[in-house]
């Protein structure tokens, strides 16, 4: 009988949640696009220079969890720690 071995750390029950994370940019594409490419935000006001950037950052956010999760599973620890801290920059930027 074959059991699933959770320990071995290339079988663990995370080891395709970068595919996962991957299906948030066409999900949040689909949401988003219908305002955004008629040049209107939600609130049915134009969009800004300003709501360019914030979307630039947020899309940037999105590539920075998959690819997180893409270099946990490739086993490239230092790539994955630096990604990490660099959230602490754009964070704060998508806040402003």
Not at 11 to 25: E, K, T
Not at 39 to 48: A, E, I, M
């Amino acid at each position: 009988m074959a059991t699933l071995d959770l320990t071995r750390r290339d079988q663990s029950a995370y080891h395709h949640v970068w595919i996962i994370l991957a299906l948030l940019l066409p999900a949040t594409v689909v949401a988003f696009a219908p305002t955004y490419f008629k040049g209107l935000t939600f609130s049915q006001l134009p969009v800004t220079t300003l709501v360019h950037l914030h979307t630039a950052l947020m899309v940037l956010w999105v590539l920075l969890l998959i690819s997180q999760a893409w270099f946990i599973r490739a086993k490239q620890y230092r790539i994955h720690r630096w990604t990490g801290r660099s959230s602490f920059v754009i964070v704060p930027l998508i806040v402003l």
